[in-house]
């Protein structure tokens, strides 16, 4: 959730005063099934899903398209929704003391082009988890994610 474009603006005229902020994420699947997670430098070194917040004029697949380029250098194509995550229980403040409750919408996505590179400055790790293995340490929107990527059937989570 960067400084600059919309968000930025906004955060000039309210400080770090607690913002709904609209964001889409990716989830991103290698052919094993696992789910590729970030480790975030602008999150205090937790994990996460590729994404970040909307910009004026956008759709909510656009974001997740612009943020899996910038984050990460792959081209994806969102084809389901996987769920959306509003529930104030996932509040949390930003390195710099932003709060901000994110309405982060989750699309499933397939990788359609590109090389996984992270882009060593916002995103500083990257790998590839399965159901099975120890989560890194994550926000709990997160963890809620992340749980329901892996038993994602079709049907929409709303959380």
Partial sequence: MGATGYLGRLRECVGHDLLLVPAAAACIRDEEGRILLLRR????NLWGFPG?????GERAT???VREVREEVGLEVEPVALIG?????EYTFACPNGDQVQAVMVFFECRVMGGELRPDMKEIIGARYFGPEDELPPMRPCCVAKARDAFVFRGQAFFR
Avoid: N
């Avoid at 430098?41 to 205090?44: E, G, M, Q, R, V």
């Avoid at 970040?52 to 004026?56: N, S």
């Fill in 41 to 44: 430098s602008d999150a205090d």
């Fill in 52 to 56: 970040g917040g909307m910009e004026l």
């Fill in 62 to 64: 656009e974001t997740v």
């Fill in 84 to 88: 959306v995550y509003s529930s104030p």
